[in-house]
């Protein structure tokens, strides 16, 4: 290794005087000599909007879904797709006959449990309760009879005339009325017994249900409209089949809509109930609706690749143009600040956090660092720094470096 310590003084200078010496005629040309050739913007004053654009999906704020209560066929057909009801009117009619037949059985059911019931509540039947109620008074009349024959023979026994077994068979007889008594008394009040109470009423329940859901289901036969709306899905066709729970039709009220956007989860933080929305749809280019957010999103799902939060917002759709399920542009305004300076924003740079632009004053740049607020996709809010008609350099062409002090020469 060669030791250094060893060179004369003057050789271990002459290397480094020599590369500058090189350097300087290219530096010195390159900032007065040769000018850079670059784009101007200048610093503007007006409007400036901080946006959060994404996609949407429009739905119906009001609607209203028929499905077809069993599995019958469609009747009757008075509408279709697009048309315009009003409140109570008959739009699909489906064959009923079937339905008519389960609730004339079931109503026969629910009557059949309730005369079971009013069977329970009286104790029987009308003949039973008669019949128990003539018994009784019979019974309680051979009481009367046995009560009165052993107390003679107790006055007889006394007087000597009547034998103790003459008196104790008396007294039996009066035990076997007394227990003829106390069975029918029992039979009236308690005829019977749990299990078969619960077993009625466990029928005219069954009964009930039975006959609530044949109603439920030829009501909702003849589907008529809840409000005044459009009908604007309608997949079944007069004649046609349809099995237990198929969707009949789809009616909405679609004068207002809600707009679901899908706003991606960096952007969620920005948002806030109130910001005004403008909405666009592909299939009527130039035209925008507007609504505010309704709704700022609650938690973060995965659509698709995308980890988004859901946004919500009723947009005025009186003309009809909007319809459910179309998918549409949703720009939302976080900020907008009016007449302020702004800058085209490719002409902003960044070093250690600290903004900065390339000033050209008297054809040559001057690093010169601002202070910004708002700034979207094309402009920026120019807060300090700058004034209102400040040239301000593009990126140079070829993509030269721009170097503070440079001469340039600005160019369309």
Not at 122 to 133: A, K, P, R, S
Not at 255 to 266: I, K, N, Q, T, Y
Not at 276 to 301: H, I, L
Request: charge should be neutral; include cysteine.
């Amino acid at each position: 290794m060669t030791n250094n310590s060893n060179t004369p003084p003057r050789r271990r200078w002459l290397w480094p005087a020599l590369v500058v010496l090189a350097v300087l005629p290219v530096l010195y040309s390159y900032l007065h000599q040769t000018p850079l050739k670059v784009r101007a913007t200048a610093v503007q004053r007006g409007p400036i909007r901080s946006l959060v654009s994404t996609n949407g999906k429009i739905e119906p704020t009001q609607n209203f879904e028929a499905h077809s209560p069993i599995s019958t066929t469609v009747k009757r057909l008075l509408v279709k797709e697009g048309d315009h009801v009003r409140k109570g009117q008959l739009l699909l009619q489906l064959d009923d006959a079937d339905i008519r037949t389960q609730a004339a059985r079931a109503q026969s059911q629910v009557k059949a449990a309730q005369a079971d019931q009013s069977t329970l509540k009286t104790g029987g039947t009308q003949e039973e309760v008669l019949t128990l109620n003539s018994q009784l008074v019979k019974a309680h009349s051979a009481l009367d009879l046995a009560q009165r024959n052993l107390d003679a023979l107790r006055r007889l026994q006394q007087q000597g005339a009547a034998s103790p077994g003459e008196v104790r068979q008396a007294d039996d007889g009066l035990q076997r009325a007394q227990a003829d008594v106390n069975l029918l008394e029992q039979k009236k009040k308690d005829r019977y017994s749990q299990p078969e109470v619960a077993r009625i009423q466990a029928q005219g329940n069954e009964a009930q249900s039975a006959y609530d859901a044949a109603e439920d289901a030829l009501a909702k036969s003849s589907v008529r409209a809840p409000f005044d709306g459009i009908v604007y899905s309608l997949p079944v066709k007069q004649g046609a089949f349809v099995p237990a729970g198929e969707l009949l039709l789809q009616e909405a009220d679609l004068s207002h809509v809600l707009v679901r956007a899908f706003v991606d989860e960096p952007d969620i933080g920005r948002l806030q109930p109130g910001q005004r929305v403008e909405v666009t749809w592909d299939a009527v280019p130039g035209r925008t609706w507007t609504g505010t957010v309704s709704t700022v999103p609650a938690t973060v799902k995965l659509r698709g690749s995308r980890n988004v939060g859901e946004m919500t917002c009723s947009v005025d759709n009186l003309d009809f143009r909007l319809l459910p399920n179309v998918n549409v542009g949703v720009t939302i305004v976080v900020a907008q600040h009016e007449n302020v300076l702004t800058l085209q924003r490719d002409a902003l740079r960044i070093d250690d956090s600290k903004p900065y632009v390339y000033q050209i004053v008297d054809d040559h740049l001057k690093r010169q660092t601002v202070e910004i607020s708002l700034q979207n996709l094309t402009r920026v809010e120019i807060n300090a720094g700058l004034s209102e008609g400040s040239k301000v350099a593009l990126p140079a062409e070829e993509s030269k470096p721009l170097v503070d002090g440079a001469s340039v020469k600005v160019v369309p």
